[in-house]
């Protein structure tokens, strides 16, 4: 049995990964935005404020432009070493050069304030433009392809410098035998032999190396479980009172479902 590695402040990274699994971003004065329930330690003093924190105004004006998920984010500020994580998917930073990169919501974890976040006119996607570095998660690692693509939507991840795709049904498929047994009994769901997102033109695409989506939760919501605070607690069927509710920033059912 191997001796496990022990990390302190001075060993840890920065702004890199600790494992394949956990990112360490070092803040030294300078702001990062981050999503909630991603931070999973720190060393040194770091503060997170909401946002639409009145000191945090200026900021969030030029950094952060997309109502609908404010309330998933916080500003993390001041001096150390953060640990960033989301339930031992893969994680890995990236960098954008005076680029434009879309990516689904709940995969980003976290990015520089010289970068701006857009809302996406894709349902569920946001988009990065300028220049700095962001952190994301995928289920599995990431694969780089390059138009023209066709791509299951539960494997997008996201893409970079090209157009927003279009939606492209496979005729054959939906009129064949398989396509005929899900009209009748409604077994079998959408797939992506049926419905594919298309990409056309220069850029990059972003897969995950599996057709099924990181799962779905609350943004920041502690673990349904007795002994912890503001869980659920030992033996009742009932969410505590103050737990977070479903905001609306958040992915549905329906467009997790089909990717959207």
Avoid at 9 to 22: E, F, G, I, M, R
Avoid at 26 to 31: D, F, I, Q, R, V
Avoid at 123 to 137: E, N, R, S
């Amino acid at each position: 049995m191997s001796t496990p590695v022990i990390h302190d402040p001075h060993t840890l990274p920065s702004d890199d990964n600790v494992n394949a699994y956990t990112f360490c971003v070092e803040l030294k004065g300078a702001p990062w935005f981050l999503q909630k329930g991603k931070m999973i330690a720190y060393y040194g003093r770091i503060e997170f404020n909401g946002i639409g924190h009145g000191r945090l105004d200026r900021l969030v004006r030029t950094a952060f432009h997309s109502p609908l998920h404010a309330s998933d984010w916080v500003v993390a500020e001041g001096s150390g070493k953060m640990l960033l994580a989301d339930r031992a998917f893969d994680v890995n930073s990236y960098d954008l050069d005076e680029g434009n990169l879309t990516i689904r919501s709940g995969n980003l974890l976290a990015y520089q304030p010289t970068l701006a976040l857009k809302q996406s006119i894709v349902p569920g996607f946001v988009t990065l433009i300028g220049t700095g570095k962001f952190v994301a998660a995928s289920n599995g690692p990431v694969v780089f392809m390059e138009p023209p693509l066709r791509v299951d939507p539960q494997a997008l991840v996201g893409w970079a410098d090209c157009p927003s795709p279009c939606h492209h049904y496979d005729h054959a498929y939906l009129t064949g035998v398989m396509g005929g047994v899900r009209a009748l009994t409604g077994i079998g769901g959408s797939s992506g032999e049926e419905h594919q997102f298309e990409f056309v033109g220069a850029g990059t695409v972003l897969l995950q190396s599996t057709e099924l989506l990181m799962a779905e939760r609350n943004i920041g919501g502690p673990p349904a479980q007795a002994g912890v605070p503001g869980g659920q607690p030992h033996g009742s069927g009932q969410a505590v009172q103050g737990a977070v509710p479903r905001l609306p920033g958040q992915l549905g059912d329906l467009q997790r479902r089909f990717g959207l």
